[in-house]
């Protein structure tokens, strides 16, 4: 499951991919939103959810707190 949206100029894709032992890893890819730089300028597993939908959600907070802290460059 993923979802894509647009935040701070940035392109963010939130997805939950599924683990082994169960359970879902929330994966966050940031890029710019003009297409400036290809592929994506950050990226980072936001931890794990229960649920496709948790980890989609985890995964969106993550993106939107580092692109408010300036962690994307």
Same mark, same amino acid.
């Given at each position: ?15 939950? /991919?599924? &683990?082994?032992?169960? +359970?879902? *890893? ?6 710019? #939103?003009?297409? !400036?730089?290809?592929?994506? /300028?950050? &990226?980072?597993?936001? +931890?794990? *959810? ?6 989609? #959600?985890?995964? !969106? ?13």
């Amino acid at each position: 499951m993923e979802r894509q949206f647009e935040y701070g100029g940035y392109t963010v894709v939130a997805c939950a /991919i599924p &683990e082994t032992g169960g +359970g879902f *890893a929330a994966q966050v890819r940031i890029g710019d #939103a003009f297409g !400036e730089s290809s592929g994506p /300028i950050f &990226e980072v597993l936001a +931890g794990t *959810a229960p649920t496709p939908e948790a980890a989609v #959600a985890m995964a !969106e907070a993550a993106a939107m707190r580092a692109i408010d802290a300036g962690e994307v460059n």
